[in-house]
């Protein structure tokens, strides 16, 4: 969700593996040309997203079925890796020819919407093109921003605390739904004196666990219009990440950035952190230990500040398809081919019929999608605000200078500061 922290990790494990090999894929699958109608009235729309070569195979099975289903529909594709993806759609946009639908995520919502970018595809589900029944905890209203309906969600994750499960044994440590940031302070301590292993990887730069922490608080990382929070608050956290490495609750940034794009946990550093829950994927692939999902710290024991969102499809305003393209985000959604296509690779599927139609085998996924049915158990799900327009550079920002500050080339004042500089020029304020 932007270029958070955790958006780089997916980059890592899905996107950075693409090759020569993935590029040239891009490049012989339809990348640029202008969608159109043929003599016969078959119709072509053009679709983007980022990844890794892995997922183009399975997004490319899934249109399979789609032009089966309709056979006037064509999809010329075209994928890149997260960053490569931004700078083409970006040059794209501005030429007035950006891919008629897209994978998209929340923070950049209001900013292209702001360009006259998106379309607003309420009209297609009063027409009946698009279905918005049938989303799992609220996802359908995900993607809306101010009445309009700017994306879709194919899936749905939310932030947890990976464990070495192991580790939290050895220590005594059994995180509950509920506890709070007392008890995880405890916990830590725990761990440092009875295993020799720091607590936590760190959360200097893990933004979307602070917007839970704030929204435990009453407040939010952003509101629709700016920051949702003040420099002491910042301070504050900061102050705490950094005398958590100190007292050897937290791990050592500068061990942690040698053994990148290892994790701190799954390279013996650390025995948990904070990161999204299908991302657990990773631990299991990258380490020899068994790891599990536990429940993020509280504030007063109840509220968590947690929601449900993922990546989405969102459709360009200047395509000259909507009613096809709007076909096809449905058939991406409602499909249970398509969920049994694609598995968890972008969430837990966002729609009920494909989360029943995709059931995992393996301990991993089982694991995932337990954790989220505990969250609308446990009643604890909320609704995300909306990212006003600028908020990816913010969160660009917030991941650079918290690693600067975690690798010690600014004090906490100075990164404060910085941050906030840099943000108020991104959002114009």
Known sequence: MGTSRNVERRTILKAAGATAATLGLAATTGCGGDSGTSADGTVTIRYAWWGSEDRAQRINKTIALFEKKYPKIKVKTDFQPYGDFWKKFNTQASGGNPPDVFQNAIGFLRKYDAKNVLLDLGGQVKAGNLSMDGFRAGLDKFGEVDGKLLGVPVGSNSMSLVIDKPVYTKAGVKPVQGWTWDDFDAAMKKIRDRTGR?????????????????RQNGKAFFTQDGLGFTEADLTDWWTKAKKGVEEGLY??????????????????????????????????SEGKSE?????????DGKKTGQYLGSLMLSASKRTQHPKEVARFIDFMVHEPEVAKIMGYDRGVPATQAQYDAFQPTDEVNKAIAAYEESLVKAGV????????????ICEAAFLRIAEELALGTRSVSEAVKQFFTESKTALGS
């Open 198 to 214: 720091a607590g936590d990887s760190g959360m200097y730069g893990v933004m979307y666990l602070y917007d839970l922490y704030l």
């Open 381 to 392: 799900l909320e609704q995300i605000t909306p990212h006003p327009n600028g908020a990816d």
């Open 291 to 299: 790891y599990g999902l536990a429940p993020i710290p509280t504030t």
């Open 251 to 284: 791990a050592d940034p500068k061990k942690v950035a040698q053994i990148k794009p290892k994790s701190a946990v799954s390279g013996e550093l650390a025995a948990s952190e904070f990161t999204w829950d299908n991302f657990t994927v990773r631990y299991t």
